[in-house]
């Protein structure tokens, strides 16, 4: 069983900066893709960036130039600094561990509240 924990959210002015950091256990981290998604108010849940087992970055176009998605094996850690924030990236943001075809996992969120 993997379990995710993330840290790093709060509220920020629109402009500013945060860095949400997820912490996994286990011992597939190092062959899983990496993500980050958030999910807004009344909004589905949707993918901020990935990171694969090789990493290599993947972005929502809506974040890309702003945030940086990197992952580091040894510490089973995966870390997205997001710079440059707006209001519409307020959201809670999930870490997700993913590896066919049987590991799916999910954190359970920290909120990130950007002000006008």
């Known amino acids: 069983q993997v379990q995710l924990v993330e840290s790093g959210g709060g509220l920020v002015q629109a402009g500013g900066s945060l860095r949400l950091s997820c912490v996994a256990s286990?011992?597939?981290?190092?062959?899983?893709?990496m993500g980050w998604y958030r999910q807004a108010p009344g909004k589905q849940r949707e993918l901020v960036a990935i990171?694969?087992?090789?990493?290599?970055?993947h972005y929502a176009n809506s974040v890309k130039g702003r945030f940086t998605i990197s992952r580091d094996n040894a510490r089973s850690t995966v870390d997205l600094q997001m710079n440059a924030l707006k209001p519409e990236d307020t959201a809670v943001y999930y870490c997700?561990?993913?590896?066919?075809?049987?590991?799916?996992?999910w954190g359970q969120g920290t909120q990130v509240t950007v002000s006008a």
């Open positions: 997700n561990l993913n590896l066919p075809p049987w590991h799916d996992y």
């Open positions: 286990g011992s597939i981290f190092k062959d899983s893709v």
């Open positions: 990171i694969t087992s090789a990493g290599n970055p």
